[in-house]
């Protein structure tokens, strides 16, 4: 029986593959045949995530706090090694800031690599020139684009944003066979995770999040193996939606 996930011969665009969720994406897209673009800002760990990989990764730096480069970045490695078939956003910071210090510079700053990095990425590579029929989109989101949270306005806002973005660009390139989803995890074991974990660990909050995702905390492969899929032709009906990868998160 042929695997239902199957990427050979494509090749994926994974913008925050240095760690985390995207480093998991960018390692089992590879194991299903893709050839891996990892993009991030930090060289030292895409040369090791690279590494790891092997001879179907190469990289390039991106500084998502300056979304304007993505274009250049873009249009240089098409240039060099042709279209994409698919382009994964896992980039992203998780600030937490008190309502009293979410000043508009602040947001911005969350803003950028969170959402309009994401949307620039997808108004670039919806150019003929630098995708080929049936690209695929997915952006990581957060089941914190639905719950409310403690110094996480901008984070929140900037997750639902992500989520809102995709439903109206899904429609607007579906016309050009373009598909555009989002993954919802919760918690997952990352460095954001254990940074929040020290931060919360006593807290009441963050033990009722821990009783509402009853599952328990997402290793970052459970998640890309959600990400795969979607890139895959197995949901080539899929698009314009978010699918929650939240250990029950969401359910009650």
């Not at 673009?37 to 730096?61: D, M, P, Q, W």
């Not at 210090?101 to 003929?128: H, P, Q, W």
């Not at 995709?166 to 995890?185: F, Q, W």
Request: charged fraction near 25%; glycine fraction near 8%; proline fraction near 2%.
């Amino acid at each position: 029986m042929e695997p239902i996930v199957d990427l050979q011969g494509k090749r994926i665009l994974i913008v925050g593959a240095s760690s985390g969720i995207g480093r998991a994406v960018a390692v089992l897209a590879a194991e299903v045949g893709a050839q891996c673009v990892l993009a991030a800002r930090n060289e030292e760990k895409l040369a090791a995530v690279c590494r790891e990989i092997g001879e179907r990764a190469c990289y390039r730096r991106m500084d998502l706090s300056h979304p304007e480069c993505v274009e250049a970045v873009i249009e240089e490695t098409v240039e060099e090694s042709g279209p994409f078939d698919g382009a994964v956003y896992s980039a992203g910071v998780g600030t937490t800031l008190p309502l009293k210090n979410t000043t508009y510079a602040k947001i911005k700053e969350i803003l950028d690599v969170n959402f309009f990095g994401y949307v620039e990425m997808i108004r670039v590579l919806s150019k003929k020139k630098y995708h080929n029929s049936g690209l695929s989109i997915v952006g990581i989101s957060s089941a914190a684009s639905l719950f409310g949270s403690k110094g996480k306005t901008a984070y929140c806002a900037s997750k639902a944003a992500m989520d809102a973005a995709s439903r109206s660009m899904a429609v607007e390139l579906g016309e050009k066979h373009i598909r555009i989803n989002t993954v919802r995890p919760s918690w997952v074991k990352t460095e954001m995770y254990e940074s929040w974990k020290e931060q919360l660990a006593m807290s009441e909050y963050a033990q009722s999040r821990m009783k509402r995702q009853y599952l328990g905390i997402a290793e970052p492969e459970d998640i890309a193996n959600a990400v795969v899929f979607l890139l895959s032709d197995a949901a080539k009906h899929m698009t314009g939606t978010s699918v929650s990868v939240d250990g029950g998160s969401t359910s009650c």
